[in-house]
């Protein structure tokens, strides 16, 4: 469906991206020779305003810079130039920071001529691989790719080697609230315990409940279902439809989850239906795709 040559290459997958960013190029019949391994002065080096990557830990850098100070950087930062001999941040961002207090006044860099688009991509995939990004700076990232470039889900699963259902759940988290996002943000609250919390009437009290009481996840979406059936079923009301056991709802969650979907899951007698929901043509081609596995 998707005829663009630069999201075709994506299906090369992470392995072959990250060898080829971090590699020096040599000179290609026709082009001219791409530096690699130079030394640049720090100060002509900026970061990545776009970089999902936000949060550093200050104790690891200081960590970083120690060794940056015994040993050096062992591993070039990978740039693109933005002007006149002045360069930008593809890669590397946490070695650039750390070698700053490490008192380094140059440092060694390969460069790489890459659009926006590109250097965003890479920038994604080498964080994603090094597991550099918390849930929300991941789905934060992802998004941008979706509204800045036009990626779909499947395109973005391609780039970084995993599921596009891993995809969907990710920008799923982007629906919490902000306070709900600042406690993945630093840690506190797991994507598990987050996404158990996206349908929920109060996603805050909820997600505090989790943290001051150190519920599990599988807690978590107990404490999430009485809430969501309480929305459905208020004080003093019929039920609407007949309460499910505990694996039904389970098998619906952990269903929902691999697929990126709504499924639903219905007994009756010996038999039943399963339901799948989806939202766009994309994703009822996708549904389709996986039951020519079956």
């Not at 599988?218 to 003093?236: C, F, T, V, Y």
């Amino acid at each position: 469906m998707n005829d663009d040559p630069s999201k075709r290459r994506l299906g090369r997958g992470l392995a072959a991206l990250i060898g080829e960013m971090d590699q020096p190029l040599t000179a290609a019949p026709g082009r001219s020779a791409i530096s690699a391994d130079r030394k640049v002065p720090i100060e002509l080096i900026s970061r990545n305003p776009k970089n999902p990557r936000k949060n550093f830990s200050e104790e690891e850098l200081q960590d970083l810079a120690s060794s940056i100070r015994q040993h050096g950087i062992v591993q070039p930062v990978v740039v693109r130039t933005v002007g006149d001999s002045k360069y930008e941040i593809i890669a590397g961002e946490r070695r650039w920071r750390a070698a700053q207090l490490a008192g380094l006044v140059e440092i060694p860099v390969i460069i790489r001529d890459v659009d926006d688009r590109t250097a965003l991509e890479l920038a994604i995939v080498e964080n994603v691989q090094r597991a550099d990004l918390n849930p929300v700076e991941e789905a934060m990232g992802y998004e941008q790719l979706i509204a800045e470039h036009g990626y779909t889900q499947n395109d973005l699963g391609e780039i970084i080697g995993k599921s596009r259902s891993h995809v969907a759940n990710s920008l799923r988290l982007l629906k919490l609230p902000d306070p709900v996002r600042q406690m993945l943000f630093d840690g506190s609250l797991s994507a598990g315990h987050a996404r158990a919390l996206i349908p929920t009437s109060d996603p805050v009290a909820l997600a505090k409940t989790i943290v001051n009481k150190g519920l599990s996840v599988r807690d978590a979406e107990r404490l999430a279902q009485n809430d969501i059936k309480a929305q459905s079923n208020p004080a003093g009301s019929e039920p609407k439809t007949p309460e499910k056991d505990a694996d039904t709802m389970a098998l619906e969650r952990d269903l929902s989850n691999r697929l990126g979907l709504q499924v639903k899951v219905s007994h009756n007698g010996e038999g039943g239906r399963l339901m799948i929901a989806y939202k766009s043509l994309e994703q009822l081609e996708q549904i389709c795709r996986l039951l020519e596995r079956v």
